[in-house]
């Protein structure tokens, strides 16, 4: 057992490491959470022995990213940090000591606002002027990176930017420098098309940006800077008016009218309970926003009373930072189990010590291909950084290099199929490696799996579990004996009484009456979703007539390029394809497009990309409404595109669409059109 001098000292030494490698060397080799909660293991050693405070502690001061390349400059005032809240429980507690300080009877109204995960950035303005800007340094003292800030297009270099208000003689403000989303993608998106390395954090990136020696780098880099506090102001305006800003709101409207980019959606509530109630809320849209957050900032809205708080170590008592549960993990990868999807794609998985992170136990994560494993040279027994944000699927960002005994393994891609023993191949340039098998039983389990789900052919009670007793009983061996299904055989499998057994039969018998675009996006054929097979069923208008096309026929088809159609082509030249759709021809399954329904001509001329779950219109009633006014359904967001139709959780294509300025509509809107 450690004496509590000796964690103590552990931990100073630790943190401190930790601190330098993630202000300094911006290449953090643990998580934000691991590091706060031995940060608070060491808080909680001081609160309890208050001689084991030493001047080295990290609690002592704030992290520094001072390095010896920029000339320096002088705060006007402390840049001040958060104390940070993780519980409702927390936010009652801060308030209750605050009223402590405070004359009986206050009442706090607080703002909220986004905590932005970035850095923080000082700027000075001399009569409307941008004069310098700083990081945070130690608080105290920062480097000048007045030039690279000046290259951030949301950074105003006069203010106010419009208008013909008064500018301050001088203010000093303060906000926090990030990627936007779409401008981080696009950024990576850029490295890729140039054969270089991708970034993966995008508020490392962009601290290396902000630090860059030459700024023509960082002009080259899409910045963002968020601005939402006054460090200093002189008393007037430049024409000796009083400037009077009781409130936080007061002061972020004023920034605002500067022109500066305030916090967006930063509100005023009356009262704790409602700050609390809005917190689910911004959980849930976290992950739509086009920038990063790690929380919110919780301020009290009257600047007196917030002066009046004062300050505790590096933290204002007014203000403190909620911050949301960390999505990122450090666990070990205990094994590597290979998935091999419909297309034959293998897809390591990490078999991982459980672990709990944003808000679940993880012990399974995607690690993409093989290529992500060497090229980030992750080994059997490393410890390895996990993500869980929102509803995406757990995956390994990379392994902790640092934390390694020397016993970790390479982990190699598999030289058979792990299941049907066919030599894996990875088709030249491809990042993927494959069973190339189409027979591969797992192939066929994971092709009929996907073949009965919703958004395919959407057979109504037999799930994947169904299947797998299916295929392990001997009675269907591909998509097209799901049709032969007889009650007999169907009673004979655990769990079917004969009403389950009837429902069954008439999905099925439904199912073969899907539009032949329904049954094409179905077929599992690599890159053929809904939209690419609704232009398929409309050019061919039956699979006899898409079978007989070749590559160019299908590549006139507007979204479809050369790679997808010779993929297309090769799928139906396949022997086992052929037989597949012959059977399920024979079976009595829908080969042939409907009448198309003329609604009327509203949308005529007009291409639209769909993206996202729309609220009530499935994407094939969407689609069928758009052509049965006149209009077009793309596959792939260009300027060509009249509008990016939206739902939840859209994909890139909304990023896209916004980068192009494609006006972005949804459902309601889209509805409108048609009246
Ligand atoms: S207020 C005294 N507001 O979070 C003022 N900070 O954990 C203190 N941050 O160092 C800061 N968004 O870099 C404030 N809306 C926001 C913020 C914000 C992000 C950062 C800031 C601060 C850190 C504290």
Known sequence: MPTPESRAQELRQILNEHSYRYYVLNAPTITDAEYDALYHELVALETAHPHLIMPDSPTQRAGSDLTDDFPKVEHPAPILS???????????????????????????????????DGLTVVI??????????????????????????????????????????????????????????????????????????????ARNTASGTLKQK????????????????IVDISPDDIHGKPIYLPTQQAMLDYMRDMGFFIPPESHLYPTLSHIIQQIPTWIEKRHALDFEIDGLVIKVNDRKIDAELGVVGKDPRGAIAYKFPAEEATTTLKAVVVNIGRTGKLTPTASLEPVFVGGVTVSNATMHNYKFIAELDVRLGDKVVIKRSGDVIPYVIGPVPDLRDGTEQPILPPTHCPVCHTPIIQPEGAVDHFCPNTACPERVYRSIEFFVSRGAMDIEGMGGQTVKQLIEAGFIHDEADIFALKADDLLTLDGFAQKKV??????????????????????????????????????????RALMDADVQAI??????????????VAWFDDDHHQRLIAKLTAAGVNMQAGEKTVLGDALAGKTFVLTGTLPTLSREKATELIEAHGGKVSSSVSKKTSYVLMGDSPGSKAEKAAQLGVPIIDEQAFLQMLE
Not at 153 to 164: E, M, N, Y
């Open 82 to 116: 958060l104390g940070n809240a993780f519980s409702d429980d927390d936010l009652w507690a801060w308030e209750e000591r605050n009223l402590k300080l405070l004359p009986s009877g206050t009442q706090l109204a607080y703002m909220l606002e986004p905590k932005l």
């Open 555 to 568: 590549q006139e088809i507007d979204g479809i390029g050369d790679v997808l159609a010779e993929n297309i």
């Open 502 to 543: 009837d429902n069954l039969l008439a999905s099925i018998e439904k199912a073969k009456s899907r539009p032949l675009a329904q049954l094409l996006a179905s077929l599992g054929i690599d890159g053929v979703g809904s939209t690419v097979a609704q232009s398929l069923a409309d050019k061919f208008r039956s699979i």
């Open 124 to 201: 000075h303005y001399d009569n409307g002027v941008l004069v310098k800007a700083a990081t945070r340094g130690n608080g105290r003292v920062g480097d000048d990176v007045t030039a690279n800030v000046r290259t951030i297009r949301t950074v105003p270099l006069r203010i106010p930017a419009t208008g013909d208000i008064a500018p301050p003689r001088h203010i000093v403000v303060r906000g926090e420098v990030l990627f936007l989303k779409h401008d981080f993608n696009a950024l990576n998106e850029r490295q890729r098309e140039a054969g270089l390395p991708l970034y993966v954090n």
């Open 214 to 229: 030459d700024s023509r780098i960082t002009a080259s880099r899409p910045l963002t800077c968020y601005l939402y506090d």
